[in-house]
């Protein structure tokens, strides 16, 4: 009972140091812009409201909550000497590389770079100097390197456990540049989590727990001059993109390559704590195998033909507008139109046309993703959505795309453009 309420304590005073620290306020902020961002590129392209940012703002919060408690309890077990340096050198370095590119905001770069910089510099004297560079030094050699990459693989196992739960949910349709400059239909899977850490971390001194705690943890630091809990507010995310691929598909696809990730990164620390000449074969395995996830992506896009195109069946279902009779049929992601109230339709306009034959009443035939013809229909009543609500692959008439997303952090502050245009007049994309 005395461990259990001095733990208790602990994360008290822990959670204090939390709120007063400025960088879990710096990942929400980040996440706002790209959720605003996100919304803005959505009414540019369609001028309809898929998504509420603050909707999705709240849940990322939330979500990152519920993870941040999960990985906590993980770290406890694990017992890696995590410091309030740490922490600094995390988002320095992050800030430092996202002025180069947005997605390396990933603490797996972070993390990488600082074991890397810290086996470079065991290597050299500027330890022994007096000035702010042997400072410096000294702060990088006492973080627990091993440790800093074992609670990135926990954060990228917690990943995609999110991606896996919410991926599909945070996809937005767009109309993007195919080959040979063509407008295909295609979607964007991004994500950021803010998550706030209670890591119990081995201490020293006043406001160290000596208590005997009743467990041992994973990493064998000296427990004996006690304990205590290190704040680490943290940011995790992802951005995918697909052309080929069901938004949920894409998601799976992208939760099993992290899995895969935090596995192997895991089982390179303990090799590095085990052994520290291993360290920076640790550190370039989470470099280089979460660039490989980025070139495996990338790579099953560009083997696969694109999904999203409309062909001689019919129009291509490239998304559904919430509220809407299409959303009420059980219209899906990917199926075609094939036939609207008896008439075939393979041009937006022939779909007017045939809608408007009946004004109180609609009956589809739709070609399902297995290629199969099922009947929806529906009356039509007033107040509803002047049209079906579903959102088509880009024909030759399409004037916007979506632009290309900030490359860096600047960009982003800067508020960047969410769309490029293509011809003179812009149109509504929506049926």
Same mark, same amino acid.
């Given at each position: 009972?005395?461990?259990?309420?001095?733990?208790?304590?602990?994360?008290?005073?822990?959670?204090?140091?939390?709120?007063?620290?400025?960088?879990?306020?710096?990942?929400?902020?980040?996440?706002?812009?790209?959720?605003?961002?996100?919304?803005?590129?959505?009414?540019?392209?369609?001028?309809?409201?898929?998504?509420?940012?603050?909707?999705?703002?709240?849940?990322?919060?939330?979500?990152?909550?519920?993870?941040?408690?999960?990985?906590?309890?993980?770290?406890?077990?694990?017992?890696?000497?995590?410091?309030?340096?740490?922490?600094?050198?995390?988002?320095?370095?992050?800030?430092?590389?996202?002025?180069?590119?947005?997605?390396?905001?990933?603490?797996?770069?972070?993390?990488?770079?600082?074991?890397?910089?810290?086996?470079?510099?065991?290597?050299?004297?500027?330890?022994?100097?007096?000035?702010?560079?042997?400072? /410096?030094?000294?702060?990088? +050699?006492?973080?627990? #390197?091993? @440790? $800093? %990459?074992?609670?990135?693989?926990? =954060?990228?196992? &917690?990943?995609?456990?999110?991606?896996?739960?919410?991926?599909?949910?945070?996809?937005?349709?767009?109309?993007?540049?195919?080959?040979?400059?063509?407008?295909?239909?295609?979607?964007?899977?991004?994500?950021?989590?803010?998550?706030?850490?209670?890591?119990?971390?081995?201490?020293?001194?006043?406001?160290?727990?000596?208590?005997?705690?009743?467990?041992?943890?994973?990493?064998?630091?000296?427990?004996?001059?006690?304990?205590?809990?290190?704040?680490?507010?943290?940011?995790?995310?992802?951005?995918?993109?697909?052309?080929?691929? /069901?938004?949920?598909?894409? +998601?799976?696809?992208? #939760?099993? @390559? $992290? %899995?895969?990730?935090?596995?192997? =990164?895991?089982? &390179?620390?303990?090799?590095?704590?085990?052994?520290?000449?291993?360290?920076?074969?640790?550190?370039?395995?989470?470099?280089?195998?979460?660039?490989?996830?980025?070139?495996?992506?990338?790579?099953?896009?560009?083997?696969?033909?694109?999904?999203?195109?409309?062909?001689?069946?019919?129009?291509?279902?490239?998304?559904?507008?919430?509220?809407?009779?299409?959303?009420?049929?059980?219209?899906?992601?990917?199926?075609?139109?094939?036939?609207?109230?008896?008439?075939?339709?393979?041009?937006?306009?022939?779909?007017?046309?045939?809608?408007?034959?009946?004004?109180?009443?609609?009956?589809?035939?739709?070609?399902? %993703?297995?290629?199969?013809?099922?009947?929806?229909?529906?009356?039509?009543?007033?107040?509803?959505?002047?049209?079906?609500?579903?959102?088509?692959?880009?024909?030759?008439?399409?004037?916007?795309?979506?632009?290309?997303?900030?490359?860096?952090?600047?960009?982003?502050?800067?508020?960047?453009?969410?769309?490029?245009?293509?011809?003179?007049?812009?149109?509504?994309?929506?049926?």
């Amino acid at each position: 009972m005395e461990t259990a309420a001095e733990v208790l304590e602990m994360l008290g005073q822990a959670a204090v140091r939390l709120v007063a620290q400025p960088f879990y306020y710096i990942a929400v902020l980040f996440i706002v812009l790209q959720t605003m961002r996100q919304i803005r590129m959505e009414r540019q392209l369609f001028a309809v409201k898929l998504h509420n940012w603050p909707g999705l703002v709240a849940k990322s919060l939330l979500a990152g909550l519920l993870i941040g408690a999960a990985v906590s309890v993980a770290g406890a077990f694990i017992g890696a000497a995590m410091t309030a340096e740490s922490v600094l050198w995390l988002w320095a370095v992050a800030a430092v590389l996202m002025l180069v590119k947005i997605r390396y905001l990933c603490f797996a770069y972070s993390a990488g770079i600082i074991a890397l910089l810290q086996w470079l510099f065991g290597w050299t004297s500027l330890l022994e100097r007096p000035d702010w560079i042997g400072s /410096l030094t000294a702060s990088l +050699a006492g973080i627990d #390197a091993a @440790g $800093l %990459l074992m609670l990135v693989a926990l =954060l990228h196992l &917690a990943e995609a456990a999110l991606v896996r739960w919410q991926g599909d949910r945070l996809a937005t349709p767009l109309f993007v540049e195919g080959k040979r400059g063509k407008l295909v239909g295609g979607y964007m899977l991004q994500g950021f989590w803010p998550v706030p850490l209670l890591m119990l971390v081995p201490a020293a001194g006043s406001g160290a727990s000596t208590a005997a705690l009743p467990w041992t943890p994973l990493f064998g630091a000296d427990w004996s001059q006690g304990w205590t809990f290190v704040a680490l507010p943290m940011i995790i995310g992802f951005t995918e993109m697909t052309r080929s691929m /069901l938004p949920q598909d894409k +998601a799976k696809h992208a #939760a099993r @390559g $992290l %899995l895969l990730y935090s596995v192997c =990164l895991a089982a &390179a620390a303990l090799l590095a704590w085990r052994q520290p000449l291993l360290l920076p074969v640790a550190a370039l395995a989470s470099l280089l195998l979460h660039e490989a996830i980025v070139w495996r992506s990338r790579s099953l896009e560009a083997a696969r033909s694109p999904l999203y195109v409309n062909d001689a069946r019919g129009l291509r279902i490239l998304g559904i507008v919430p509220g809407t009779p299409a959303a009420a049929m059980g219209l899906a992601i990917g199926e075609i139109l094939h036939k609207v109230n008896g008439v075939r339709v393979k041009t937006k306009e022939e779909l007017y046309e045939a809608l408007v034959q009946n004004s109180a009443f609609c009956k589809l035939e739709v070609l399902n %993703l297995e290629g199969e013809l099922k009947f929806a229909q529906r009356a039509r009543f007033a107040g509803e959505h002047h049209q079906l609500g579903v959102i088509l692959a880009p024909d030759e008439q399409a004037n916007y795309y979506a632009a290309s997303g900030p490359a860096s952090l600047l960009e982003l502050l800067r508020g960047s453009r969410a769309s490029n245009r293509r011809g003179d007049q812009a149109e509504r994309i929506d049926a």
